[in-house]
């Protein structure tokens, strides 16, 4: 509400000038540097902290403590051999070593300071020579310049903290009690984003807030829904509220690019990276772990690029991303990086290395989580030319204890699925033929809850056959395949029970010919969106799996992005600024009806607010279900309720175009009648307007066009 009072405003104030506003992009508008005309920035204090962190001007120069004492002779050898150390971390300033010395003695005093040109480069010389040994009398002790005013300040005798009265938070959940039962999603174009409810029944989106210029580069809800995030150039912030998206904390971390939020919420990870002042050097990365609610670094990680390479299905400047990969469930109890020929696990009760050691796995080139359970998933590809075949392991934390091994021959690449409840691990494995030559597919399928953890082979009809997509139905028994060629491959799906083979994977259906290269399941199961994407200029199917029969097909013509709402009730398809045209989303519901459509330009983001997992108990569910006629009656009411209304709407909608119509003839028909008398006068007295009542005559009249005379000569000789 307080962005449309601002903007009534400058109507206000635009019309009272004589300025149209339609003439003027707002966007392009820029405050002269140093002047904010009394518009005071939410960010204002985080400015004002990074000011006065840059006033000091000392966060480059850290304090070397515990050198040896030397005479002046031996000076140029010290001060080389700390160039010699520190010099490989980063560039130190000229004239940027300086150890003092003591006048009467003429010897050192045991410490120095080195100026680096970065402040990145002094806190990465500080972690990696704390402690740094030279010789058994001399360990290094490094500490920031910047560290020792804040030890002066520490007062000498302790005073208790102030104790604040408690105050009663938001309820963060507010928008999961919503009457209509809707879902709400937040979406970017141009300078703002919004977040709406989608209210299918009335055909439109319902708006909840909007800001311009909220986030710098992304927003990105957290797993449960609780929270939006939005990024910034100092750090990132979290938002929520009963009734308003109020900012709920702020982490500080300066040029931040990514983040990503632990499965139960209690976690924010965020990475930055900063080039180096010299250009041989990598770049410097810096990762943090916040704890959401209290805004604490609970473990920070730093080094190169090349430390943080391995791992991870996308990210920026060589560094795949998440770099962490957190263990299944709300507990956030353990995460894990891959690092060369091991992985390393850390659980958050101290944030330290499970047993303070990392897993030694030679090779190792991936690994997943189980969603559910803490199973590591593992992979390692073949060694000693073929001689060691390559295997996938499973692994128990905290006990590391190897479950389950299977080795894989004649490997090429492997891929590794979960079900979203753990019950299966599918592992997509590309083999070598006999010659070489080429390759082919097959599944490993692992049964995780059944004893002994059995291992299903399948293989598809052709082996041949190109995997372009693989997806499991989440919280069932079912998974789709697409395969084949371009541009018409087979969609093939799967159980792994039936009335049958309870214990065997079997083929349900195949179906031949589809324009299709991308998979998306209702999170609820039983229907699936075979999408043709990229190339295929937005083919939509919407498959019933449990009927094995289609429900619809539609075309979203260059959509970049589809995605479930958390009921599996809508879909939404979009357009992104990728495509100059047609930016925009449409919503459909789950058997592939359009509802309606929002065109936007500058298209950016689509997220759908996610819902935490209900506290029904399966066996509630299942009852719901078997009586949904007795509970949907009162929803089958206002849906009613709804139409008629939206019937109304419509009625009243046409009933003002028919006399707004209405209007327009008779305006017409009165101008008609003033001229009258005119168009009789222009044909000669003739009253009617009729053109059938008119006989056509040819009138011949002649005119005079020119006259001259000309004095001809007589010559009376010739007579």
């Not at 100026?115 to 990465?124: C, G």
């Not at 939006?228 to 009734?243: D, F, I, K, M, N």
């Not at 009617?688 to 005119?703: C, G, L, N």
Request: aromatic residues 12%; charged residues 30%.
């Amino acid at each position: 509400m307080a962005d449309v009072a601002v903007m009534t405003e400058i109507e206000a104030t635009a019309s009272r000038l004589g300025v149209d506003l339609s003439t003027i992009d707002l966007d392009s508008i820029r405050l002269p540097p140093g002047d904010d005309f009394g518009i005071v920035s939410d960010d204002e204090d985080i400015y004002q902290e990074d000011s006065q962190e840059s006033e000091t001007g000392f966060g480059n120069i850290i304090v070397v403590d515990n050198l040896p004492v030397v005479p002046r002779e031996k000076f140029e050898k010290l001060e080389g051999v700390i160039r010699k150390i520190y010099g490989q971390i980063g560039v130190i300033k000229e004239d940027g070593l300086w150890m003092p010395v003591d006048p009467d003695t003429e010897k050192t005093l045991g410490y120095c300071f080195i100026e680096y040109n970065m402040p990145q480069e002094a806190e990465l010389a500080k972690e990696k020579t704390h402690g740094y040994k030279l010789d058994r009398a001399h360990i290094f002790s490094v500490n920031m310049f910047d560290d020792f005013e804040k030890f002066m300040k520490v007062p000498d005798e302790w005073a208790p903290p102030e104790i604040k009265p408690y105050t009663p938070g938001e309820n963060l959940q507010q928008w999961l009690t919503d009457s209509k039962a809707r879902d709400q999603f937040v979406i970017r174009a141009g300078s703002d984003t919004e977040v709406l409810w989608n209210d299918a029944r009335h055909l439109k989106p319902d708006p909840v807030y909007k800001r311009a210029f909220w986030t710098e580069s992304f927003v990105q809800w957290s797993p449960l829904g609780t929270y939006l995030a939005t990024v910034h150039r100092q750090g990132a912030a979290v938002w929520g509220g009963a009734t308003a998206f109020n900012r709920l904390m702020r982490y500080a971390h300066p040029q931040v690019k990514l983040i990503d939020f632990s499965p139960g919420e209690k976690y924010l990870v965020t990475y930055s990276s900063h080039e180096p002042s010299n250009p041989r050097d990598a770049n410097r990365v810096v990762i943090n772990i916040f704890d959401v609610r209290t805004g604490k670094v609970m473990r920070d990680f730093k080094g190169s690029a090349d430390d943080f390479a391995a791992g991870g299905t996308g990210g920026v400047t060589g560094v795949s991303w998440p770099i962490f990969r957190w263990s299944g469930g709300k507990d956030d109890k353990y995460f894990a990086r891959l690092g060369k020929n091991m992985i390393s696990v850390y659980e958050t009760e101290t944030f330290s290395l499970i047993d303070k050691k990392s897993m030694k796995v030679e090779s190792v080139m991936d690994f997943s989580w189980s969603p559910t359970d803490p199973i590591l998933a593992l992979f390692v590809p073949e060694l000693g030319g073929g001689n060691q075949p390559a295997r996938v392991s499973l692994v128990q934390i905290p006990s590391k204890e190897e479950l389950r091994q299977k080795n894989l021959f004649s490997l090429s690449d492997c891929s590794m699925y979960w079900q979203s409840n753990g019950d299966y691990l599918a592992v997509k494995v590309d083999r070598y033929t006999k010659t070489k030559k080429s390759t082919y597919t097959g599944f490993e399928l692992f049964r995780i809850k059944e004893r002994d953890i059995p291992i299903e082979v399948l293989e598809l009809e052709n082996k041949n056959d190109k995997i372009i997509s693989f997806a499991w139905e989440p919280k069932g028994h079912r998974f789709a395949v697409i395969h084949g060629d371009n541009p018409r491959p087979d969609v093939s799906f799967y159980s792994m029970r039936t009335a049958q083979h309870t214990g065997r994977v079997s083929k349900l259906t195949t179906l031949k010919g589809k324009q299709a290269n991308a998979l998306f399941w209702s999170p609820a199961g039983h229907y699936i969106i075979l999408a043709g994407l990229k190339g295929f200029n937005g083919q939509l199917e919407f498959y019933n799996v449990d009927e094995l029969e289609t429900m619809a097909t539609a075309e979203h013509f260059m959509a970049t992005d589809i995605e479930w709402d958390p009921t599996g009730r809508y879909v939404a398809t979009s357009v992104t600024s990728v495509h100059e045209m047609e930016n925009g989303f449409n919503i459909w519901s789950f058997n592939g009806k359009l509802l309606y459509r929002i065109l936007k330009d500058h298209f950016f983001q689509f997220l759908w607010r996610p819902r935490p997992p209900s506290f029904l108990s399966p066996e509630k569910e299942e009852e719901i279900a078997k009586n949904l006629k007795k509970y949907s009656k009162k929803y089958e009411a206002e849906d009613q309720d709804v139409s008629m209304l939206l019937s109304e709407q419509d009625r009243e909608k046409r009933r003002m175009m028919k006399e707004e119509w209405d209007k327009w003839v008779n305006e017409w028909k009165r101008l008609n009648e003033e001229e009258k008398l005119e168009r009789q006068k222009l044909r000669d007295g003739e009253a009617s307007d009729e053109e059938e009542e008119y006989e056509a005559k040819e009138i011949e009249i002649e005119e005079v066009v020119d006259v001259s005379e000309e004095v001809l000569p007589f010559d009376y000789a010739e007579q």
